[in-house]
């Protein structure tokens, strides 16, 4: 089992930044990506950006590309996310979530989510 807890949500301007952090705890060991997920009012729960366990790998999608950097220490458990440049379509709960296995972008191939946190770009 793997538990993950997010944090660093908030209220912020349209322009500003935000850093969310997700903390692991277990089994983190066997998960080879650790990933950011949004969703929106009425929308589906979209990718946002992947680390693989040695950070060697990183990915983004193309609406968070250039503004959005993911990270991690590993020392610490916790996975990072610095927003940077916040839009008000960026305005979702924000979900951390662990996997094992290959790459994925998909949100039905992750094994363990946080609980969310709430991210609001005012305009």
């Known amino acids: 089992q793997v538990q993950l807890v997010e944090s660093g949500g908030g209220l912020v301007q349209a322009g500003g930044s935000l850093r969310l952090s997700c903390a692991a705890s277990g089994r983190t060991v066997s998960m080879s990506y650790m990933g950011w997920f949004r969703q929106a009012p009425g929308k589906e729960r979209e990718f946002v950006a992947l680390i693989s366990r040695s950070s060697s790998s990183t990915y983004s999608s193309d609406s968070v590309k250039g503004r959005f950097t993911i990270s991690r220490d590993n020392a610490k458990n916790t996975v990072y996310l610095q927003m940077n440049s916040l839009k008000p379509e960026d305005t979702a709960v924000y979900y951390c979530?662990?996997?094992?296995?290959?790459?994925?972008?998909?949100?039905?191939?992750?094994?363990?989510w946080g609980q969310g946190t709430q991210v609001t770009v005012s305009s």
């Open positions: 979530a662990a996997k094992s296995g290959t790459f994925g972008v998909t949100p039905t191939r992750y094994d363990y």
